[in-house]
């Protein structure tokens, strides 16, 4: 099975969001990325496809965030969400090659870290870890566990301290 990872474009758009409402049982992720779209946070080369025989199968986006210290200073750095592989194509890698190649791109693109709220067994395996060890937060009551961040490159959150303010859209959703 081979599979294509590349840029979304604008004839996409509808598989992607069928793909995340697919994926989550529920239209938040997939309103979520149509609204991301829409933002000055949307980074287009980091909005990821995966392929098979021309069937997309998966999505990845990546939006950028600010982390904000307790003196007002600003950080830019990304947010991985959502992930989303068809039901009928979980458990195969794709969810993996998207992360994979979403990480490569993003340390291409010049960012230095990503933030992730997601599954505590998951996202480790890329090298995420507990924010909380630079002492950042979420905005939202979640565990630490599961609220990650990963240096993209070495010392990518060196001084970086505070809470993550995400875009608009994911308190739309």
Same mark, same amino acid.
């Not at 938040?28 to 025989?53: G, K, M, Q, T, W």
């Not at 992730?116 to 979420?138: D, K």
């Given at each position: ?17 069928? !793909? ?6 529920? /239209?938040? +992720? ?10 000055? %946070? =949307? ?22 965030? !600010? ?6 200073? /600003?950080? +830019? ?10 039901? %009928? =194509? ?84």
């Amino acid at each position: 099975m081979k599979i294509n990872i590349r840029q979304e474009n604008t004839e996409d758009k509808e598989d992607v969001h069928e !793909i995340n409402r697919m994926a989550f049982g529920q /239209e938040n +992720e997939a309103r979520l990325v149509d609204l991301l779209r829409d933002s000055s %946070a =949307f980074v287009p080369e980091l909005s990821l496809v995966a392929a098979i025989d021309n069937q997309l199968v998966g999505h990845i986006l990546f939006s950028k965030i !600010i982390i904000t210290d307790k003196h007002h200073n /600003e950080f +830019e750095s990304l947010a991985l969400a959502p992930m989303a592989v068809l039901p %009928a =194509f979980q458990g195969k890698g794709i969810g993996a090659q998207l992360v994979a190649a979403g990480l490569n791109r993003a340390r291409a693109s010049g960012y230095t870290s990503i933030i992730v709220l997601g599954h505590a067994h998951y996202y480790p395996r890329f090298g995420f870890a507990p924010a909380q060890q630079w002492n950042i937060r979420s905005p939202y009551d979640v565990p630490s566990n599961v609220f990650m961040a990963l240096e993209l490159v070495p010392d990518g959150l060196k001084g970086v301290t505070g809470i993550v303010k995400y875009p608009e859209a994911f308190d739309a959703v």
